[in-house]
C-alpha cells in the first residue's frame, strides 16, 4: 500500500518534521532497522576485542591499520554516484507511475457517446469496459508480485468475474507462439464492439467511435510502456555498482573507524567515551547512506511488495468498480436542471 | 497566499539583493528564525558551562571531544541530499502547478460552440462551468487543507451555491463504495448537458461536441493528477533522510563547534572574541542549510498552509467568477467592427 | 535587448574564447565591475589598516582571528547551492521563453481559412489578429515593466492603435471584480468574429474554424503560463538563501582572506608580493561566483529590464506588423506556378 | 538480449542486495572482470620489483615519487564527470528505447478501420504490415550491428520472406542518390495500398484513413529519429575526455598507491599486511569506477551487441507475428457477449 | 560534418576505448592538441628559468610564492561550473537538433492527399515541397555560416534552383519592414497551393488538407524554433564565467605548479624526475578540463562549423531531393501485391 503523508507536511514547521519522523509503516525506521543492529553488533564485537583483548603491541598494529583504511575511505565515490542514481530512478518511477493506467477517462467517452439503455447497449459498454480491466490484469499479472499472487492463473480471472469462460477460451485459442504476449485481444474486443455499436447506429459518428478508440489506445499505451520498463530495466550494472558501493563502504568502515586519533595522537587522558564519537558518526552516516539507499531500491520496483510500492490490486478493483458506475449505474444521469445561485 | 516578487528582480543589481532580503512574508527569516533563534540559545548555554564552570581537566576532555566530533562532521553529506532532494522536489511541484485547474479554455470553447442566449441555452452553459468548479471543490477539499477548511461538508458547498441541494442529493445516491471517490460525477453531469445540448441543436456539430468535451476531459485531467501526486507521494524514506540528516547534523555541531583550535592549539594570547568566530559561522551554516531544507519542506506539498502555498480557495472563486462571466455575461459581446488604425 | 553572439562562437577556438570575453552588454565584466571594485576597495582599506597601521600584538590577534575564519569558510555551501539553483532557474526560463507569443501560426491559417478579399473579410481577419496582440499587450503589462513603461494605461494602448476607443470602454464595461483579470475578452472578441465568419461562409467548414480556434487557444495558453509563473514564482526563500549565502560569504572573505600563512607560518622572507596572492584569488573567486549568481538574477525575470530579458516591446511590434502583413497584404498571393529546374 | 532483473527487486531487503549482486550476465563482475584482474596483475608486479628488488635508496625515490603523484591524483575530476556524463548518456538512452518502434497501435487500427474479410482485404492489411516491419528492418540494419549481421543484403530480406521478389527491384529501381535512403518507399507503399482501400470503400471514412495515417507516420517518426540518433550522436570529445581520464587516473594510481605512509611516515614496526591496505582500497576504486563507466559504455550504442543491449531481431520477429496476427487471425474476433458477472 | 561513431561503441570493452581514443575528426586530441602545445611551452619556459637562472634566495621566494598559489587554487570552482553548465547546453543542443527540420512527414503526406499524375498536379506537389525546402535555405542563412556562404545572397539561392526568379521578385516585393524576418512568405505560398488543390478537388475532403497543413505547421514550428534559440541564447554571463574560469585557472598553474614539495619540504635528496610529476599531472588536468570544456564550447552553436556540428547543407539538399522523390518520382508505386510468404 501506498504510504501517504500529505498531511503531516502541510505546514513546513519543526512540528512537521517530528511527525514525519515519528512514522512506521514505510519509514526510514523500518527498512534499514535490522541492518544498523547488524552494524552495530558486528562494530561492537570489533570493539571489544580491540579494546579488551589486544596486547599493546597488536593494538598499535590494529591502530595503523584503521587509520591507512580510514585515511583511503573516500576513493569510494558514496555520494555523488547515489545522488545521480537516484534522480535517474526517481525520473524512472515517474513514468512508470504516469502509465499505470486510470479507466475514467475511457469510461467517461464512452458513457457519452455509446448510446443506449437497452441490454445490448449495456452490455456491450459494460464488456467495453471489463476488456480494459482484463487488460490491464494480464499486463500486472506479468510485471506486479501482487497481481501475480492474487491470479496465479486464467482460472483466477474467470473466477473474479473479469473474464468469462468463453474469453479465456478465446483468449487461449490464440495461437501466437508462446514467447510473445497475447494482451492486444481484449484491445481488439473491445474495438469490435464499438465497431459494431457504429454499424448499428449506437455511436452516433465516425468522429465519435475515434474519440473512444483514441482513448482506448491511450489507456493501452500507458500499460505496455509498464510493459517495455519491465522487458528493459536500468542496465544491471548500474545498480549493482551503487549498491555493492554502500555495502562494501560500511565494511570497510568496521576497521576503519576503531581507533580513535586526534591529529594522528590517540586523546591524552584517554576516556572510555571517546571511542563512543566515531561509532556515533559512522552509525548516522550508515542511516544516511543506506536509507538513501533503500530510497534507489524501493523505487527500482514500484509494482512489488515494498510499502510505498503502488497497490495494483486496488487500482484493479477500483478501475472495475468506476468504470461500471460510469457506464451504467450513473449513465445519462443529470440532476434536474435550474438557475443556478450566482443568476443575475 | 502566493509569495510574488517578480518586480523586485527586475533589475539584477545590488539593490535587488537587498530588496529580496528584506521581505518577510515567505521569507528565509520568517521560515528560520525560531529554529535560529533555538539554535543560539542552545549553543550559548552549552558554551557558558564550557567557558566558565568547568575545571581545566573537563575543559581538556570536552576540547577532545569536540574536536573529535567536528572532525566527523563531514561523514553526514548534506549538501548533496539537500541539492538531489530538492531538485527532485521542484520538479514535482511544477508538475502539480501545471495541472492546478484553470477554468479559461473551457469556457471559452464553450460559449463559443454552445450556442443561444435563451434562459435554456444560458442555463446549460453556467451548470456546464459550474459542474468543473464543482469538480474541482470536491478534489481539493480531499487534498487542500486550506479548502477542507473552508467547506468541511457537502452541505457548505450547497450553502455557497456552487452545489444544489438536488446534486448534492444525486452526488450521495451514487452507491459507489466509500473509499472510491466520485469526483467523476459532476463531470458526467456536463457531459449529459452537452450531449443535450447537442441533440437540440445547441451545438452545431459533432465536431464541436468533441471539441468542449476535449477541454473538459483535459481540465478533469489535471485534477486527476493532483488526486494521484496525494495518491502517491515520493516515498517517505526520502524527505526522512533528508531532514533528519539536517537536524542531527546542526544537533551535532552544538558540541562539535565549542572548542576553537587553530592547527590543533588554541590560539595564543587567547581572546574572548575567538570563540565566536565558529559560532557566527555555524549559525550561518544554520541559516543556509535549513533555509535550504525549508524550500524542500514547503515545496513538499504545494497546496498546504505556507505562506507561499498555491492559493487554492482563490482559485476557486476565480474560475467560477470567470467562468460565468465568459459563458454568459461576456457572450457573444463583440464592439462594433470597424477599419484598424493601420489600414493601408 | 537580448544580447546574442552565436556568430562569436561558430567555431570554438581561442579566438571564440577572447572574441566572447571582450563583448560588454550583457556581459560578466558589465554587471560585476561595480561590485567588484567596491570587495577591492574594502579589500585594501581593511589591508592597508592591517599592515600599517597596528601593533606587532594586535596583527597577531588579526591574523589568529583572520585563520580561524579561513578555516571555517567552507560551512558555506556556495558551490552546490548555486549549481542546483541555476539549473532550476534556467528549466524555468526555458518554459517562459517558449511561451512567449508567436503570431505565426494563428495568422497563416486564419489567413487560409478565412477568405475573401473583400473590406469585410479583410476587416475580420486583421481585427482577430489585432485582438490577439492586444492580448499579448494586456498580459505583458502586467508582468514586463518594459511593456507597463510603455503602455501605462488603456488609454495609451488605445493611442497605439491596438485597441480601439469602442473596445476599451467594452473592456471596461465587463463587470468583473478588479481582482480577476480581463485578457479573456479579447480572445472571446476574436471567436465570436470567426464564428460570424462561419456563419456567414466565409469559413468553410466547421474543421477549418475549429483548427483556428485551436491556433488562438494555443496562442492564449502560452500567454495563461506566463501570468501563472508570474504569480508562483519560485519560493522566496530559495533565492534568498542563494544570494545571501553568495553574498555573506565574500563579506567574510574581507576578514579571512587578509593574513598570509604557508603551513601556519608567515612566509620567510616576508615580501609585498606575498598578500597580493590572497587578494588575486579571492578577486576571481568573486568574480565566478558572483558571475554565476548574476547568471541566476537575470534569469529569474526573463522579461525584466536587464540587457539579456527578452525585448517585449518588439515582440509585441512584430506580432502586429507580421500578424497584419500574413492576413492582408500577401493574402492569397501565390508566384507564378511553372516547372522548376529540377524537373526530369 | 535485454537482461531483466525486476523479480529479484520485488522487495527491498538484503536478500535482494545479494540477490542482485549473484548475476553473471549483463553484470558489473562480467564486465569489468578482465580488466580488474589485468589491473591486479600490473599492480603487483610493480609492488614486486617495488618491495623485494630495490635498494634502500632507490626505494626512497620510489616512496617519493610515489607520494608525489598520490598528492595529485585528484588533479583528475573523475566522479563528476562520470556523473553528468552518464545522466546525459541515460537521457538518450530512454529517448532511443521510447523510439524503437512497435507494431500494435498501427495494427489495431488498421484492424479495426480496414474492413473485409475476402482475400484482397487481408492481403491488403497483411502488406501493410509487412511493409511497417520491413521499414524496421531497413533502418535497423544501418544502425545496429545484429541486424545487419542477420540481413546483409536485400535479398536475405526478400529469403526471410519481409520483402518479396518485385518489392526489392522496386526498391533498388528508385533512382534517389546513394546516400540519401530510402527508408520511405515501403511507407509510401503503405499508404498507396491505403489510398486504394479508402477508394475501393474498404475504408469507411476519411477520417479513418487520416487516422491510419497517423499511427503509421508515428511508427516511421521513432524509427527516423533512431536514424537521427546514429547521424549526430554525442559529439565525440565528450566521451573521449571521460573514458580517457578514468583509463589515465588508474593507470596513474599503479605508481601512486605503491607506498605506504601514514601522516608522511611508514607504519612501524612494517608488517607485510600494509600494502595490502591501499591496494584493496584501490581495486575497489577501480570496480566502482570503471563499473559505473561501464553503464556509460554499455548505454552509448544500446543497438550493440552488449549484454543489455535492446534485442533488435527480436523486436522485428514480434512485430511482424504479432501484426499479422492482430490484422489477420484474430481480426473481427468477439467472444459471445453476454451480461457479465457485475450484472445488477 | 557530424562525426559518427556509434560502430565504434558496439561492443563495450578495452578495443572499443582504444578505437574511441585513436580518432582524430572531431575528437578531444584535435581540439586541444594546440592548446596543451602552447601550455606546454610556457610552462617549460617557466620552468627552465626557474630551475637553472635563479639563484637560490630568488628561488625561494618563488617556491614560496607558487605554494602559496598552489593552495589557493581550489577558490576557483571549475568541476561544478563545467558539470552543471555542460547539462545545461547538451539539453538545449537536443532542443536543436530535435527541430532541424525533416521534409519527410510533409512529403509522404501530400503525396497520399494531393492526387493527379498531370503536369499541374505534379507542379503544385514539387512546389510546395520546393517552398519548403526554401524556407529552410532563407533561415538557415541566417543562423548558420555553412549555409550562408553557400547562399550569400536570393540571387545565389535562385542560380541553385531552389527559387525561380519570379518567387525572388515576389519575395522582394513584400513591403514588411527590413527588420522583421519574412520567412512566412513561402509557408504562404504552400498554403495557396494546397487551398487552390483543394478548391480544384485535387485534395480530396477539408481533413486531408488540413493533415497537410499541419505537417507543414509543424516544419514552419521546428524553424521558428531555430531562430528563436538563435535570437535569445543562454545569457552570455554565463559561458562567458565559466570559460573564463577554465582559462584563468590554468593560467595561474604556470606558476602555482612549478615547485614540488611534499609534506611542505622539497624531496631528499632531490632527483630531475620529481618536478615531472605536477608537469605530467598539470597537463592531464589540461587536457580533462579544457576538453570537457571544448564539449560545451562546441555545443553551445550546433549550427556552425565545428568538426561535429551539424551539416546543414547536406539535410537542405537531401530535403529537396527526397521531397522531389517522394511526392514525385515514387508518386502512386505500388508493387505488384499479392500473398506474403507467411499466409497459412
Known sequence: MTVSYSI??????????????????GSIWKSVLLEVLMFC?????????????LSDETKKFWDDLSALFDSKMDYIPLTFMLGFFVTIIVNRWNEI????GWIDPCALVMSSY???????????????????VLTQVLVFRNISMQVRKRFPSLETIVASGIMTEEERISYEECSLKQI??????PIQWTFSILYEARSGGK?????????IMKCVLDFRKGLAQ???????????????????AVRSYFFLALIARQSILIDGAP???????????PFIMTVLQFIFYVGWMKVAESLMNPLGEDDDDFECNFLIDRNLQLGLAIVDETYNALPYQQKDAFWD
Chains 1, 2, 3, 4, 5 share one sequence.
Open 8 to 25: 503531516d507536511v502541510s505546514k513546513s514547521s519543526l512540528i512537521t518534521f517530528i511527525n514525519l519522523q515519528l512514522r512506521w509503516r
Open 41 to 53: 553488533l558486528a562494530f561492537f564485537s570489533l570493539s571489544i576485542v580491540y579494546n579488551h583483548h
Open 97 to 100: 507511475f504516469n502509465n499505470v
Open 114 to 132: 455509446l448510446r443506449g439503455s437497452d441490454d445490448k447497449s449495456r452490455i456491450a459498454r459494460r464488456n467495453a469496459i471489463r476488456y480494459l
Open 180 to 185: 510473445y504476449p497475447k494482451y492486444f485481444l
Open 203 to 211: 455511436i452516433g459518428a465516425d468522429l465519435q467511435l475515434n474519440e
Open 226 to 244: 509498464l510493459c517495455n520498463f519491465d522487458w528493459v530495466p536500468i542496465p544491471l550494472v548500474y545498480p549493482q555498482v551503487v549498491f555493492l
Open 267 to 277: 586523546p591524552n587522558p584517554n576516556h572510555p567515551i571517546f571511542p563512543l564519537v
